[in-house]
């Protein structure tokens, strides 16, 4: 049996991201997962990051646009921009076909102001 590499699973779930479809995307996940976006609290277990997507899927359109992804052993790197001009990476830690890690870099003020959500207040 061939596995997939992580390469192939950050297209992929670039490709679920793009549907924008909660239940699809989480089930890239292991049970244990965190998800990292650094602008944000990590999000730690399966259940909770498909319940971030669901949030997140519903307060604004979001595309992936793949600029690389590149592969080192166990990891993936995907370099994305999106259809606003934002910027972003994020690093996939896949374990066994799954996700076990991801952390995402972006400019979370540029998102917010591009999609007329609320800004942070101090």
């Given at each position: 049996?061939?596995?997939?590499?992580?390469?192939?699973?950050?297209?992929?779930?670039?490709?679920?991201?793009n549907k924008?479809?909660?239940?699809?995307?989480?089930?890239?996940y292991h049970e244990n997962a965190v998800n990292h976006q650094v602008a944000e609290n990590p999000v730690s277990g399966k259940e909770a990051i498909?319940?971030?997507?669901?949030?997140?899927?519903?307060?604004?359109?979001?595309?992936?646009?793949?600029?690389?992804?590149?592969?080192?052993?166990?990891?993936?790197i995907l370099e994305w921009r999106d259809p606003l001009g934002l910027r972003g990476c994020g690093f996939f830690h896949i374990v066994e076909?799954?996700?076990l890690l991801q952390r995402g870099y972006w400019d979370k003020l540029t998102f917010l102001r591009q999609h007329n959500l609320p800004l942070p207040t101090r």
């Open positions: 049996m061939t596995q997939i590499s992580p390469r192939e699973i950050v297209q992929d779930w670039v490709d679920a991201f924008a479809d909660a239940n699809l995307i989480s089930e890239f498909f319940k971030m997507f669901e949030q997140e899927f519903s307060a604004a359109e979001m595309i992936c646009i793949v600029e690389n992804i590149f592969e080192d052993g166990e990891w993936a076909g799954k996700i």
